[in-house]
């Protein structure tokens, strides 16, 4: 399948407009005829997308006995990173979420304690969580950092989704830094590690693995309880054609989905 992914992003979107910050739309041509085949909505698959990357990740990075999730930011992406999380690390038990607005960190922590069956606690100190934390999940729109080295303990997985929300010397402290694509992740310009690589403070040599380099074995992921491994995602669009496809074809198959004209009947002007 070829296609596109087309995303807008607004981080005003949830406080001027009570909108979602993102809104995508996926759409889908057939690789050999080039013909589009399917328009649909991409906002929750980049939102499942993200989560699941984080999952596998944790998966093969995070300790296998990991049983404290903290999780910065509560907004949409965090839910689905938390899914995520929990289903490939079952003995997580506690879940900390902690905002800006204590509000939203109270709201997600309701919603979420119900939906997913555990334990959430909102934080009005991000401090409180980190300190606790197996694993740490950060995806906010932060322009400075929140989590600090000291608070971060020694065999955390900690995933870092979005922004600047992590210090220097926090990744520094890590002994595994992996990327899902270190390319994208300086194209954005946005992460903890995309601003130390600008600023000159580590290069790519400083990568110990891509995402896909763990998964398929061909660099060992976690090898030791102590080890604090650093993940940094950013997305990849092919992900998310790739899921879109799955979907077109369930869809097909279940004859679900509208049918439009595009050119069959022209209106000539």
């Not at 993200?50 to 999952?55: L, S, W």
């Not at 990740?57 to 995070?62: G, I, N, R, S, V």
């Not at 980190?130 to 729109?141: L, P, S, W, Y």
């Not at 290069?203 to 896909?212: F, H, I, N, T, W």
């Given at each position: 399948?070829?296609?596109?992914k087309?995303i807008?992003?607004?981080p005003?979107n949830?406080?001027k407009?009570?909108?979602?910050?993102a809104?995508?739309?996926?759409?889908?041509?057939d690789?050999v005829t080039?013909?589009p085949?399917a328009?649909?909505?991409g906002?929750?698959?980049?939102?499942?997308r993200?989560?699941?990357?984080?999952?596998v990740?944790?998966?093969?990075?995070?300790r296998?006995?990991?049983?404290?999730?903290?999780?910065?930011g509560?907004?949409?992406?965090?839910?689905?990173?938390?899914?995520a999380v929990?289903?490939?690390?079952?003995?997580?038990s506690?879940?900390?979420?902690?905002d800006?607005?204590?509000?939203r960190?109270?709201?997600f922590?309701?919603?979420?304690?119900?939906?997913?069956?555990i334990?959430?606690?909102p934080?009005?100190e991000?401090?409180?969580g980190?300190?606790?934390?197996?694993?740490?999940?950060?995806?906010?729109?932060a322009t400075a950092p929140?989590v600090?080295k000291?608070?971060?303990?020694d065999?955390?997985?900690?995933?870092?989704?979005?922004g600047?929300?992590?210090?220097?010397?926090?990744l520094?402290s890590?002994d595994k830094?992996v990327?899902?694509?270190?390319?994208?992740?300086i194209?954005?310009?946005?992460?903890?590690?995309a601003?130390?690589?600008?600023?000159?403070?580590l290069?790519?040599?400083?990568?110990?693995?891509?995402?896909?380099e763990?998964?398929?074995?061909?660099?060992?992921?976690?090898?030791?309880p102590e080890?604090?491994i650093?993940?940094?995602?950013?997305?990849?669009g092919?992900?998310?054609?790739a899921?879109?496809a799955?979907i077109?074809?369930?869809a097909k198959k279940?004859g679900?989905?509208?049918?439009?004209?595009?050119w069959?009947?022209?209106l000539w002007i």
């Open positions: 399948m070829a296609g596109i087309w807008g992003s607004n005003e949830p406080f407009h009570n909108l979602p910050r809104s995508a739309l996926t759409v889908l041509n690789p080039k013909l085949v328009v649909m909505d906002t929750v698959i980049s939102a499942m993200t989560g699941a990357a984080t999952g990740a944790a998966k093969y990075l995070a296998e006995n990991s049983s404290v999730l903290c999780l910065i509560a907004g949409v992406q965090n839910r689905t990173q938390m899914k929990l289903a490939v690390c079952p003995n997580v506690e879940v900390f979420v902690y800006i607005d204590f509000g960190a109270q709201k922590a309701e919603e979420t304690s119900a939906s997913e069956n334990k959430v606690t934080l009005k991000a401090k409180e980190v300190c606790k934390a197996d694993v740490i999940v950060t995806a906010t729109m929140i600090e000291d608070w971060i303990q065999g955390c997985f900690f995933a870092n989704v979005a600047y929300e992590y210090t220097f010397d926090a520094k890590a830094i990327v899902d694509r270190f390319s994208e992740i194209h954005r310009k946005h992460s903890t590690l601003l130390m690589v600008i600023e000159g403070l290069s790519e040599k400083d990568v110990y693995a891509s995402l896909g763990v998964v398929n074995k061909k660099k060992q992921g976690r090898e030791t080890e604090r650093y993940f940094n995602s950013v997305g990849m092919i992900e998310d054609i899921i879109a799955r077109y074809r369930e279940s679900l989905g509208v049918e439009l004209s595009l069959e009947n022209p």
